[in-house]
């Protein structure tokens, strides 16, 4: 099989954090993504536990596994990255058990010569949601795929629960490597392997293939300095080709200066995770998130008269943290219970975009405008997207979102401080909610659970329309100020 006919199927960016939960100020996990991709709408879908029959296989079009089905699988928040004629590594999951699923591209890994039997992609991280509850059965689920069915992508998944975080990276083939987030570090990647040193026998840390090392070797990627020695393995250096990217050099300094305060040198930012110095909130991670590197050495805005998002596909040399294809931004605050787990999710860009709470295990229904047709419809169609349906269309809430871009990319300095402050506002007050929302569940919880539940689907629909009618205002506003802008700038009273 030649790889590059799956690259069609394969997204951009991405960037990616973790906060062990002895670093964090809930005591819990958090992780926070921005999910970088081309031209594209977003939806939502909440897909039900399903019961399967007795020897029921599944499939998938991007790939030629054909894979034997659980007899139950988990109900999860799904969102869809919808792309013409489909994407395989870019949609993100959260499942009943608040396990959530994210991934970067490690492009490209190194390949051995000749024709690779690999048959699944896109599977992976669906099946994952389908059928673990914790971040550790994550990885067991993704390794068997691997090691079965060969993967035909490079890249890392972050699999993450209240308690753990895993980072899981497969180059191309029927290997992969996997290391526990320590619980008192922290951890960025941008788009490489970042997984150096392996300890084989330290299952509570690490899982690989078997024959991860052993490949290396058969090909020609590494070479132990003593013979039957392999403490000196850098699974890193074995399996990535080429050297980092300039524009991950960027996003990695430039991230790890702003965890952790210090800048850092190019040997530096290359390690799986740091010790934390603090206890780290929602709002470090959203910075980090929003990040155009602004009054650094990197930062190429000119105090925003140059629009920071050139990077992504139009200059991929130079790419910032929130960049021309960030498509959406996610925090996830995980609870004790499950239900209380927060995702503050953006629909678009975080710089203009208000991170919006959800509470996607306690939901019993999307947001209205945030789906436009039900999950097993859009998981048949999901290879299959077409012109029509990257339309605009004013009943999407994706549309607002992605309007208010446009007019902001035209004039971002001009717009950006007023959006700025009143997508701050915003986030302000549905933060003073929630206590509250929280304290009206919990009181709820042990006498109707189902009750309860509506409690936080009705609040998470509330500020999904909130939020879709700040948009909308905000469009009117630029509008309005650029129009009187220009009349001050003819001289017009």
Not at 476 to 481: I, L, R
């Amino acid at each position: 099989m030649n790889v590059s006919e799956y690259s069609k199927y394969d997204s951009s960016n991405c960037s990616t954090i973790v906060v062990g939960k002895n670093a964090s100020v809930t005591g819990k996990v958090l992780l926070g993504h921005n999910e970088d991709d081309g031209k594209c709408i977003l939806e939502q879908h909440l897909v039900p536990r399903i019961k399967h029959a007795d020897g029921e296989t599944i499939s998938f079009k991007d790939g030629n596994a054909v894979i034997p089905q659980v007899r139950e699988t988990y109900s999860y928040l799904w969102t869809e990255v919808r792309v013409k004629g489909g994407i395989s590594f870019a949609d993100g999951f959260i499942n009943e058990w608040g396990l959530a699923v994210v991934s970067n591209a490690c492009r490209p890994s190194k390949l051995p010569e000749g024709d690779l039997d690999v048959g699944i992609g896109y599977g992976i991280r669906r099946l994952v949601a389908e059928r673990a509850k914790t971040a550790r059965e994550a990885v067991a689920v993704a390794a068997e795929l691997v090691e079965k069915y060969g993967y035909f992508s490079s890249r890392t998944y972050t699999f993450a629960d209240k308690d753990e975080a895993w980072s899981f990276q497969i180059p191309t083939g029927h290997n992969y490597a996997a290391r526990r987030v320590g619980d008192d570090e922290i951890l960025y990647i941008p788009n490489w392997f970042t997984i150096h040193n392996v300890d084989m026998n330290d299952k509570e840390n690490f899982a690989c293939s078997e024959t991860l090392i052993t490949n290396a070797i058969q090909n020609g990627w590494y070479t132990p300095k003593t013979e039957n020695d392999y403490s000196d393995f850098d699974y890193a250096a074995a399996y990535q080709d080429g050297d980092m990217a300039q524009y991950n050099i960027y996003r990695a300094r430039n991230a790890w200066r702003m965890l952790t305060g210090k800048k850092l040198s190019i040997d530096e930012i290359k390690p799986f995770s740091m010790k934390a110095e603090k206890k780290y909130s929602a709002r470090d991670l959203k910075e980090v998130l929003q990040s155009h590197y602004e009054g650094t050495e990197d930062d190429r805005s000119n105090g925003y008269e140059i629009n920071p998002h050139q990077g992504g596909h139009l200059c991929r040399a130079y790419t910032t943290i929130c960049n021309g294809t960030t498509v959406e931004s996610m925090v996830v605050e995980f609870n004790e219970n499950p239900y209380l787990t927060r995702a503050l999710k953006t629909t678009g860009k975080p710089c203009i975009s208000p991170y919006t709470p959800w509470y996607p295990v306690a939901l019993t229904r999307i947001p209205d405008g945030y789906n436009y047709q039900g999950p097993e419809a859009a998981q048949i169609s999901h290879f299959v997207v077409d012109d029509e349906e990257l339309k605009l269309d004013r009943n999407k809430a994706w549309w607002s979102f992605k309007v208010l871009r446009y007019m902001t990319e035209f004039d971002y300095k001009n717009t950006h401080d007023f959006i700025h402050s009143s997508r701050e506002k915003l986030e302000a007050k549905f933060e003073s909610e929630k206590v509250g929302i929280e304290r009206a569940f919990n009181a709820l919880k042990d006498v109707d659970i189902d009750a309860a539940k509506e409690i936080l689907t009705s609040y998470t629909c509330e500020c999904a329309k909130r939020a879709w009618d700040w948009a909308d205002n905000m469009i009117f506003e630029v509008g309005e100020a650029r129009l009187e802008k220009n009349y001050i700038d003819q001289g017009i009273e």
